[in-house]
């Protein structure tokens, strides 16, 4: 039997090549959107749409949790100023990885990862330190699995399949604080 895995989705562009990786190393990938850091709400419902769609097509399991924008906000008071791969992003990396734990705890799934590792505008690094600091707050319970998905032309590979997809494709990270960069 295949093993589950939950993995975090930050969109439809970004979830193709993580998706088939899992895939081919024979896990059975649950897709679950959890973003609550995207602003304005009406970004948010474009993505998690191409989302949903794209799941659909490729008959894909997809559950997604709510739009809690004021709680991501509050999260990261007083780092609004912080670059973008600074502790804003740690922040928000961490908030969503925990909310993905939670899920694979209420689904009974032991493994968990994401696709915030394929963009090159994100430090793995840091994404793994913090996916293994949620998987210490749960006490080993659940495991998150440290892909590295930009790695092997991961990221082209992503660009590619948007195109074919015809994906939409943002040109900011999410928040309302990347909108200026
Ligand atoms: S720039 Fe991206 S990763 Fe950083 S806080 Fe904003 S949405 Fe999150």
Not at 31 to 45: G, L, M, R, S, V
Not at 62 to 78: H, L, M, P, S, T
Not at 94 to 113: E, W
């Amino acid at each position: 039997m295949l093993n589950k895995i939950i993995l975090h989705a930050c969109c439809a562009v970004c979830a193709t090549y993580p998706i088939a990786l899992l895939k081919k190393e024979g896990y059975y990938p649950i897709i679950y959107f959890d973003n609550p850091n995207i602003y304005p709400y009406e970004e948010y419902k474009i993505r998690k749409n191409e989302l949903i769609k794209y799941c659909k097509k490729y008959n894909l399991e997809y559950y997604q949790n709510d739009y809690a924008n004021e709680k991501w906000e509050n999260f990261v008071k007083g780092f609004e100023n912080e670059p973008e791969k600074g502790l804003r992003c740690q922040k928000c990396f961490y908030f969503r990885l925990k909310n993905t734990a939670n899920f694979a705890i209420d689904k009974k799934i032991k493994f968990f990862t994401t696709t915030l590792t394929v963009s090159p505008h994100k430090n793995t690094k840091d994404i793994f330190k913090i996916g293994e600091k949620v998987q210490n707050e749960f006490n080993n319970e659940i495991e998150f699995m440290k892909y590295n998905f930009k790695k092997q032309n991961g990221y082209l590979i992503t660009i590619n399949n948007a195109k074919f997809e015809r994906f939409y494709r943002q040109d900011y990270c999410g928040c309302r604080y990347s909108i200026r960069n």
